[in-house]
């Protein structure tokens, strides 16, 4: 089976950088992903590591590393939209389908 | 990039009525998509996963009879809701596999009343 752990919520000001982690246990593993979603909408694809190291996408950044089993989201001059929540996870190897984690809530302050 | 259409957005049902919620891959092909379930405030919940030509493969504790799943081509699956009861009211999300993940479909939020 697949499980994650990531915090439930994160609070941080506008410009600041924030740090969202994610660990998991798993049978098998292709890749971790990241999704935000907004209040009352569907989750978006935000990045996705299959290999170690660090992945970059603007303001974004996603990390992992295998040997540990965790990753991270990485989210620079935090804007008041970024507000949202946000999960990880894991694709294994049974078919592509992906098991989340329970999201954590980000609230960006001004 | 990818898109999946989903429909519909809402829908209200009284109890014992059956609801479909269809999901459509507009500009590649699917031969797998995933059914979530989610709570407010809670995780997706994966539901099945659905088989362009073939069965859907339900997880542990979905009732194959109550959510029946239909993939009929490349970009289209279907979802039915079969004798809604208010404990199916949810928000319902599918997801196709794409080049660069997983695109979601804007999700289905029933309620059966």
């Known amino acids: 089976g697949q499980s994650l752990e990531q915090p439930s919520e994160v609070t941080a000001v506008e410009g600041a950088i924030v740090q969202i982690n994610c660990t998991y246990q798993t049978s098998g593993f292709y890749g971790l992903s990241w999704y935000q979603q907004h209040d009352g909408g569907a989750p978006t694809f935000l990045s996705y590591?299959?290999?170690?190291g660090l992945e970059e996408t603007g303001r974004f950044s996603s990390f992992l590393s295998r040997s540990d089993s965790y990753g991270y989201l990485l989210l620079q001059e935090l804007q008041m939209k970024d507000s949202a929540s946000y999960f990880c996870?894991?694709?294994?190897?049974?078919?592509?389908?992906?098991?989340f984690g329970d999201g954590t809530t980000l609230t960006v302050k001004p | 990039g990818a898109v999946v259409s989903q429909h519909p957005s809402r829908v209200i049902c009284k109890s014992g009525t059956s609801v479909k919620i269809e999901c459509r891959s507009l500009d590649f092909q699917a031969t797998t998509m995933f059914w979530y379930r989610q709570f407010p405030k809670k995780s997706l919940m994966l539901m099945a996963t659905?088989?362009?030509?073939?069965?859907?493969?339900?997880e542990q504790g979905v009732e194959k009879d109550k959510f029946l799943i239909n993939h009929a081509s490349l970009t289209l699956s279907t979802l039915t809701v079969t004798s809604a009861h208010p404990e199916d009211s949810s928000f319902y999300i599918c997801s196709a596999r794409d080049s660069k993940g997983y695109t979601f479909g804007s999700g289905t939020r029933l309620t059966v009343v």
């Open positions: 996870a894991v694709t294994g190897t049974n078919a592509g389908k992906s098991t």
């Open positions: 659905s088989n362009e030509g073939s069965k859907a493969t339900y």
């Open positions: 590591n299959a290999l170690d």
